[in-house]
């Protein structure tokens, strides 16, 4: 019996001591090894900064403002000077094309659009406009659902059937008519919308951004409110509870960091839902308004020159499908290393 | 299940009352919206206003005025169109509704056949290269805006290679109805269906394979393989029917969502004159009574998929009760 003890005590001292891990850690390193995540994730950031820079890109390489029409401008193609507009091809010599992609980073790298437009910086600037819709109106989304699911998870009863059916209203909103009946609506208005004190323009970004966020609200609620309703009755919770916790402590210090994981599973693949749903609407002219441009708008600006110049709507298409591919492969990745066993989209 | 069917019913009626309300306040009483100029045209007199406002029951009190569209929308169904003022909305949408579920059923069709050959595919051949490929190519699917697919496909088949063998039979943009020519019918719809089915294929891919390899390790699957079954039976009677549970219920939603003018997109890219499109033309001249009836329209059917989900799921997997 005492050599089996001592046996024991010599294996517990020969052990090496275990470092506390943090499971936040665990999976930051988890992520980390997963190449493919990574590299969707560095894809996904150059394609940021590159969007950021769109200003410099446009008073230093390509010198144009590609918010003004330049109906009349022309830029040089192999050292010679040439009229942006250039006529119309055919016996008649009908009509005015934009000149197309010249392969020169510094005159017209993409070509111009019908009103004379650098496609590249427009391209650029569209980027940073899809990109702070995107991930704008993927936060306060995520932000607004995750406290109202909070509410709706930890008091219960009432609240909870309240909120939730307010919910599936929402859910039942076909969404892409929603959004544009919104967008729609609010675009016509004369002076903007004034909600109290908040005066915003009918050409504000915050339109989009808060219409997007809006509709998809109910998807981040439902796995949410679903993570909390079992943590809430876990034993820790009560632990919490036993010792005079306010509500404020139990949400935020208890329940909050157990269900968050969920939420960070679904921003990579909201945000890429987000980005092609203000594309969707900017192309059908209920998104970002003139003279802002986004990565949507040069499709639809491009969808006249489609069998002319049709680079002016491939490129925006190619850059989205690059950003939203980048993010859905994150997603992947970081649903792998937190493994919640969360879906986006679980109908109930 | 009665029970079932009648809170099902209750809550429909409610979820298309605040859809409707939600709707007709947004168009009717958003401060400087003035539903009567929409209707009247180019500088319109006051006298010419005013008989508008009481020709249309605008003078009415706010809930009058939306009992009286109900009234017309559902009972009498003679709600007439703002901007052109022959057209009846009902009929207008019975009339678009054709080209819509031609466009989603056959889209339907290529994207289930698609996606489970490929999931199917995908989650049998796990460990070899062909798995991640097939995988990487549905993300690139589902990370493809649709209306752009549509525009690329119109560039290649309408334009650069509509004088080759290719895409030489492709007719130009718009819609045939089946009844006018059968054959017109399926070659002006096989593009855009092919168009919309992307996206699904590269979701319901990933969600078969995902949810075969999941099934795979169920108990069930290992008793059928220890009976001594073929693995051809124990994939098809075992594997793949414990698999489609929530392939089936997506479905559902998704079909639904299309059929609600979900298609819009689409059907704008490719002229197809279907409740989307024209959805998207009573926009373009903001007439109210049209947009009213789509979107409750579009509601009704939503709400019906998720009926229809609710029991289809409850008969796939007897463990749920429906209540």
Not at chain 1, 155 to 168: N, P, Q
Not at chain 2, 172 to 194: A, D, N, R
Not at chain 2, 228 to 242: D, F, K, M
């Amino acid at each position: 019996m005492a050599a089996i003890l001592e046996q024991a005590e010599a294996a517990t001292e020969l052990r090496p001591a275990i470092a506390g891990r943090n499971p936040w850690l665990l999976a930051g390193r988890r992520l980390w090894r997963n190449r493919i995540a990574m590299a969707a994730l560095v894809l996904f950031l150059l394609i940021v900064v590159v969007s950021l820079l769109a200003p410099l890109y446009a008073s230093h390489i390509a010198h144009t403002n590609p918010f003004v029409n330049n109906l009349n401008g022309t830029t040089v193609v192999h050292g010679k000077r040439v009229p942006l507009m250039q006529q119309g091809g055919g016996i008649l010599k009908l009509g005015e094309t934009p000149i197309g992609p010249t392969r020169d980073v510094h005159h017209y790298f993409l070509g111009a659009d019908a009103l004379g437009r650098d496609v590249a910086a427009r391209l650029l600037y569209g980027g940073r406009t899809s990109l702070l819709i995107g991930i704008g109106s993927a936060v306060i989304c995520s932000l607004f659902a995750t406290v109202t699911a909070l509410i709706a998870g930890f008091f219960g009863g009432v609240t909870d059937s309240l909120l939730s059916r307010l919910m599936d209203v929402i859910w039942a909103f076909p969404v892409l008519l929603f959004a544009i009946s919104v967008g729609t609506e609010l675009q016509t208005l004369p002076h903007g919308l004034s909600v109290g004190p908040v005066h915003i323009v009918a050409s504000s970004l915050w339109l989009p951004t808060l219409i997007i966020a809006f509709i998809y609200v109910p998807y981040v609620y439902r796995p949410v409110r679903g993570q909390v309703l079992t943590v809430v009755h876990r034993e820790y919770v009560e632990a919490s509870i036993s010792q005079g916790a306010s509500n404020v402590r139990l949400l935020f210090s208890d329940i909050l960091p157990n269900v968050i994981t969920v939420v960070i599973v679904l921003l990579p693949l909201i945000i890429a839902t987000t980005i092609l749903t203000e594309a969707a609407l900017s192309f059908l002219g209920v998104g970002v308004q003139p003279p802002n441009a986004s990565w949507g708008t040069i499709i639809s600006d491009g969808s006249s020159l489609l069998y002319t110049r049709p680079w002016v709507s491939i490129a925006p298409g190619i850059m989205i499908v690059l950003t939203v591919l980048a993010l859905n492969v994150l997603g992947d990745g970081v649903r792998d290393a937190l493994d919640p066993r969360a879906k986006l989209r679980v109908g109930g | 299940m009665l029970t079932f069917i009648v809170r099902r019913l209750l809550w429909t009626v409610l979820v298309m009352f605040v859809i409707s309300a939600f709707v007709f306040v947004l168009f009717f009483k958003t401060p400087g919206i003035d539903p009567a100029r929409a209707i009247a045209g180019r500088n319109p007199s006051p006298q010419i206003l005013a008989e508008i406002r009481h020709q249309f029951g605008l003078d009415e009190p706010f809930p009058v005025q939306y009992a009286l569209m109900m009234k017309d929308l559902f009972i009498t169904r003679d709600l007439v169109s703002y901007s052109n003022q022959g057209v009846k909305v009902v009929p207008e949408i019975f009339a678009a509704a054709p080209a819509t579920l031609s466009l989603v059923f056959g889209a339907a069709v290529i994207w289930v056949v698609m996606s489970m050959a490929l999931g199917i595919a995908a989650a049998l051949l796990r460990g070899t290269i062909v798995d991640p490929l097939l995988m990487i190519l549905a993300l690139i699917g589902i990370s493809m805006p649709v209306f752009w697919v549509g525009e690329v496909a119109n560039l290649i088949t309408q334009s650069r290679f509509h004088d080759t063998f290719l895409f030489s039979w492709v007719p130009p943009l718009g819609y045939t109805s089946f009844t006018q020519s059968p054959v017109g019918w399926f070659k002006g719809l096989l593009i855009p269906w092919i168009t919309l089915s992307i996206l699904y294929i590269g979701l319901y891919a990933r969600v078969l394979r995902a949810n075969i390899i999941e099934t795979e390790g169920e108990d069930y699957v290992r008793t059928a393989r220890a009976k001594g079954l073929t693995e051809r039976r124990v994939l098809l009677r075992h594997t793949l029917r414990g698999s489609m549970i929530s392939y089936v219920s997506l479905f559902g939603l998704d079909f639904g969502a299309l059929v609600a003018a979900g298609a819009l997109l689409t059907e704008v890219v490719f002229a197809i004159h279907g409740v989307g499109f024209l959805f998207f033309q009573s926009l373009g001249n903001l007439d109210l009574p049209t947009i009213m009836a789509i979107v409750v329209y579009g509601a009704f059917f939503i709400v019906l998929a998720n009926v229809i989900v609710d029991i289809a799921y409850a008969w796939l997997d007897p463990r749920v009760r429906l209540t």
